[in-house]
């Protein structure tokens, strides 16, 4: 195995030196052929996956959800077991050896995520802005309506590159003028990792505005956060946060500038 990675220096890999120490560092030449979503966590990726399964079939086994885990992340990508046993547990119940789905306790927060989104579209529009809703939430429905029915726009077609574009439109919601320029950029984080958002929204500008918008009882959660990196990221990227208390204050006025948003925006 190791001579036929060899062979493929020069081909699929690169190597560096390792500033004299054993060994080189290793990495793929194009890594866009390799890596599909280079700013999500395998382990995001995985959790999306295992939700994906319990919501289209209710009750699996564990053999069933690893199957299509194994499959859609192969070789050096597959998750260990025990990894997947942890999420299943928090979306699922294990009754007579299959997995039922937390149906109405996750269903409500998915219906939550939608409502912010929707909220957000609405105090967006207040501003004056243009609103692009992330592609992976515009199939949601909030009020029996798809939330692509509340977007400006569908696409981000005027970003000219493909790659910069396809992760910048993964980004939960946008704020922009009439001139497409991105003004905001917004991450509803309900129940997910705080850390993902950071990576999606690090494809725009430092200049660009950034909210993190979560749920009043996450406040300890997010505010015991000690990950150096994420601190310095979160402060780089122009990051500020708010609670969904305020959001609901701020879409109940008839006229919202961004005067009125900055009271309620916090910073780390």
Known sequence: MKVYYQKKIG???????????????????????YIKY??????????????????R?????????LAEIFIKYPNGLTPDIKSVDQILQKYAN???????????????????H????????????????RVFIGKRE?????NFKALSSYTDLLNLDFISEPEKRARIEMIDMLWLDKDNNISYALEVENSTN????IQRASNLDTGTKKL???????????????????????????????????????????EISDNDIKPHLKNI
Request: aromatic residues 16%; glycine residues 6%; without cysteine.
């Open 138 to 142: 515009q199939s949601e429905l909030y």
């Open 114 to 129: 939608s409502e912010m989104i929707y909220f957000l579209s609405i105090i967006g529009k207040k501003l004056g802005y």
């Open 38 to 55: 280079p700013d999500k966590l395998l382990t995001n990726r995985v959790e999306e996956t295992i939700i994906s399964v319990l919501r």
């Open 212 to 254: 993190m918008i979560m749920p009043d009882e996450r406040a300890n959660e997010f505010k015991s956060i000690r990950d150096p990196l994420f601190i310095d990221n979160f402060r780089h990227y122009n990051w500020g946060y708010l609670f969904y208390s305020e959001i609901d204050r701020l879409k109940s006025l008839t």
């Open 57 to 65: 079939k209710v009750a699996v086994t564990l053999d069933e959800v």
């Open 194 to 197: 705080f850390t993902s958002g």
């Open 94 to 112: 294990k009754s007579g050896g299959k997995w039922i789905y937390k149906r109405g306790e996750i269903e409500r927060e998915f219906t939550k």
């Open 11 to 33: 081909i699929i890999f690169t190597t560096s030196d390792n500033e004299g120490k054993a060994g080189n560092y290793w990495w793929f030449i194009k890594p866009e052929d």
